[in-house]
């Protein structure tokens, strides 16, 4: 009892019905052509995840229910199950099976998840069912949609009592650190619980803040993770899936049997299966029913990719990753679809030898290539010597393009005009905001003039406490470090080193202080905790919602420390309102996730 399943592991565009068609045929024309019986592909992957209020246009639910007819009508000779929009009285996300060229059942998904960056019950109505079920080969399957397995108590339990020996689930879930581990743990424990194979497929690629990681793996009835695909890229895993196994547990614990044991064999399974989830769809498909399997005795991984595969079929190791180096990935996928996606071939930023701009133009480089790169020093009257030869020095070693752009002449002109009216009063943040408002009008003038995206580089712990200046250092198109704590930039930085086995970041970046250089003899720490002490506060009260006292009595920060960074982060919610969007790394960022009041009179302290 063996089947062969493709996992279509891809990166479609939201809303490119045409493009998202194209490539889901041609990912299904490889399925077909290694052999496989049926290939599955992510949730929403016809109209892209998540299409948000795309899903209000009549048009374009009219088109994506006409690129779903065209993908079943274009290949015939592998069953396919594409996650897509059906309306049907309402409107469902939904698992479409197509087979012979028709669409021959639809899974509408049922556990509709309405927190964090998920506001599916905006657009969607519940599935009632827990069915269709399928049979292939002889193989009876059942679809879910990925929250459907993520609560013990889903319709993956349902289609476990009616018999099932294969499950599939198709995903749409983003990253972000921390989520594989859990994943993983979760997925075991239901392949177990269902005492059936489960083929978890996961989208890949960078949607807006969102970074979706891929990673699709394969459990074994008994809950062991038997093979994964690589994260962060496209992929078609195509698996030998040993559905006897299923069967066999089954036969050998009675409570893995469908409904009561001691009635089993009188049981008409097709009666049953109708019961508990509306129907039994055949599907006849045109492969023959003994195939070779790609690993004899064994349920592993074979690949077929756009890129020349690993040693040994893609063997991923089935470790947990690194999260540095995970969050490194994540970070460069998002840059590189952001900017691809919307159309950008280049980017630009302003490189002030610090360790955020240093950082942000290494993933840069890595995302679209440092020949399309360019970034802008900016010196001020301020500026020190070893600011501007970091800055050029890190240019030089990624081989990007490199300018410099003095502002001593505009910011004179500004503070002249401003003279009269600031007559008898002290320089102050204002002249600081000033410079750093001068380079965003530069950067924005060479963003306008040469069509670049403009990278601001500002990061977590700074978007958190206000340490930034509006229509300054925050102005751009996109975030790259919106959601990284300084302390994990260091972490970035020594690992993107690590990899060049070099100091490609030099050296002195990562040691000395760091500073706006806004003034004379400036530092952060003359504005902020030092950042080994504020992150954690900050991860406390942004991250897990805890307000001071809580924090103070976790022991995280004493409690004069706590009060002022509380406060930072509360006066500071208009300017994250106005900040550019940027990849998502943590459980909770600032954006979709973080929906505070501007206005709002509850004090976290």
Known sequence: MRIRVGAAQVNPIVGDLDRNTDLIERYAERAAEAGCDMVCFPELALTGYPPEDLLLKPAFIVEAEEALVKVAA??????????????????????????????????????LPNYGVFDEQRYFAEGKESGPLFSLRGITFGITICEDVWVPEGPLLDHARAGIELAVNINGSPFHLGKMGWRRSMLATRASDSACPLVFVNIVGGQDELVFDGGSMLFDAEGNLAAACPQFEEALAVWDVDCAASFRRKIRDPRHRALDPIDLQAVDLDMLRQSVTGQLVPIDNAHPADIAP??????????VTTRPPLPDLWQVPLTLPDPVAEAYDALVLGVADYLGKNGFRSAVLGLSGGIDSSLTAALAADAIGAENLTGIAMPSPFSSEHSLTDAARLADNLGMRYLTIPIEIPFKSVTDSLGPVFEGMDADVTEENIQARIRGVLLMAYSNKFGSMLLSTGNKSEMATGYCTLYGDMAGGYAVLKDVPKTLVYELARHRNRLAGTDLIPQRVLDKAPSAELRPDQFDSDSLPPYDVLDPILEAYVEHDMVASEIVAAGIGDEATVQRVVRLVDTSEYKRRQSPPGVRITPKAFGRDRRMPITNGFAGT
């Open 294 to 303: 790609v690993h004899p005795g064994n349920s592993r991984l074979h690949t």
């Open 74 to 111: 274009s290949v015939q000779d592998v069953v396919i199950v594409v996650g897509t929009v059906h309306k049907d009285g309402d409107l469902y996300n939904s698992a479409a099976v197509c087979d012979g060229g028709q669409v021959v059942g639809h899974y509408h998904k049922r556990r």
